[in-house]
């Protein structure tokens, strides 16, 4: 991972949730600025007004951070029968679907 790609990944408020406990409702409007209007993640930080807005900054921004980079930050808060990688796979796949957009491969 890219030394801009590190800072900002200790700059993400870690989710308390999996990517999977977090609504489409919740994550697409944010994944819309991030990926199509090319918003950077810490001016949507600035933009979100609630806790739970952040966290769902912080599940579109962790989409394309490096797998290892993700494991590292989530595996703790991961709740049990969730398999971190395989629930953020689900979420990019989601995210083609419903924006046509296409985080950076992990």
Known sequence: MGQAAMTLASEIPPPKRCFCQITMDELTGWARKRYLEQIPTIRLLSLA?????????????????????V?????????????????????????????????APS
């Open 49 to 69: 007004k609630s806790p739970q807005q952040r966290e769902a900054v912080s599940i579109v921004a962790l989409l394309d951070v490096a797998d290892d980079e």
């Open 71 to 103: 494991i590292r930050m989530l595996t703790p808060l991961t709740p049990s029968g969730c398999n971190i990688l395989a629930c953020r796979d689900t979420v990019k796949k989601w995210l083609v679907d419903i924006l046509g957009m296409h985080p």
